[in-house]
């Protein structure tokens, strides 16, 4: 069955703090994608990344991070000199290609609190 | 260029009453989805369809009917809300050309309760 896990339920570091927010996921599949959104406490979807399963590079935007390990199933997500903006829930996702729909199965999500 | 809008924002149902909430998109995308999101437990699908005309279920479908009788419109529709249908309801929508798997983009969010 396809699932995906965020075991931290909640984190709380203080301003400039690394932080990492972690994900592992279980497919069948060997086509597939991974996604990263963020919902701020107002409490939109905010899409952050998508990589699919041949890309294990891992990727930079700014103080954002992501490492892509095929081999533990993993898609961690590290901030970098976190600010207080960056408080809020993480989700991760998973989508399966050859399902042909596109559908989610997101994490429970990850409630991050940056203290100033 | 709005995306993906939702109506209404908020709604207060009692136990048995039925309403429809509206998502609609202006980025001429194939796929529309509906998903719940509740305390804990991350999103889950309701609903989705791959084109105009065309509804499928999704993980969590029963106590809903979709239909999306226009591409850019997908309406969800509860019969008779029950307390367990308390959650805050996200409509997103993708673009086929890029593949099933391409970006998802969400609306603002429905929040809704029933009493």
Redesign the interface.
Known sequence: AQK?T?AQ?EISVVEKEDVTLDCVYETRDTT??L?W?KQPPS???V?LI?R?SFDEQNEISGRYSWNFQKSTSSFNFTITASQVVDSAVY?C?L???P??????I????TTLQVKP | NAGVTQTPKFRVLKTGQSMTLLCAQDMNHE?M?W?RQDP??????IH?S?GEGTT?K?EVPDGYNVSRLKKQNFLLGLESAAPSQTS?Y?C?S?DRDR????????G??TRLTVL
């Open positions: 995906v965020q339920t597939y994608y996604f959104y409490g939109e979807l899409f998508r699919n989700f996702a989508s399966e290609a399902s042909n729909t596109g559908k989610l997101f994490g429970q999500g | 796929y989805y998903y804990g437990m991350g999103l889950r699908l989705y791959v499928a999704g805050v996200f997103a993708s593949g099933p798997s391409d970006t998802q983009y969400f603002p969010g």
